[in-house]
């Protein structure tokens, strides 16, 4: 079994800034992915940012250019600074990592239980 453990959420001005952190931990042999998603009130799970094991990440374009993911592989922790926030940033926002548990080529996909972000206009 895997646990996501986040930490960070709270309650910002506009224009404020704030970091999650989301650190693995369990029977993991390697981590695939991790990432940030996002769900407001009434409205779908949407994608943040993750990053892969070699680095390479990916944005929503909603966040593109005032959030940034970033990883400590030693760790297991995924860290999403997000700064410039808006109010439409309110959300829960939930940390997901894909993992390998054995040496078989299989990925198992887990969820933390989501950190409230509150943006104030």
């Known amino acids: 079994q895997v646990q996501l453990v986040e930490s960070g959420g709270g309650l910002v001005q506009a224009g404020g800034s704030l970091r999650l952190s989301c650190g693995a931990s369990?029977?993991?042999?390697?981590?695939?992915?991790m990432g940030w998603y996002r769900q407001a009130p009434g409205k779908q799970r949407e994608l943040v940012a993750t990053?892969?094991?070699?680095?390479?990440?990916n944005y929503a374009d909603s966040v593109k250019d005032r959030f940034t993911i970033s990883r400590d592989s030693a760790k297991n922790t995924v860290y999403l600074q997000m700064n410039s926030l808006k109010p439409d940033d309110t959300a829960v926002y939930y940390c997901?990592?894909?993992?390998?548990?054995?040496?078989?080529?299989?990925?198992?996909?887990?969820w933390g239980q989501g950190t409230q972000v509150t943006v104030s206009s």
């Open positions: 369990g029977s993991i042999v390697s981590i695939v992915l």
């Open positions: 997901n990592t894909l993992v390998r548990i054995d040496t078989r080529r299989v990925n198992y996909q887990y």
């Open positions: 990053v892969t094991s070699g680095g390479d990440t």
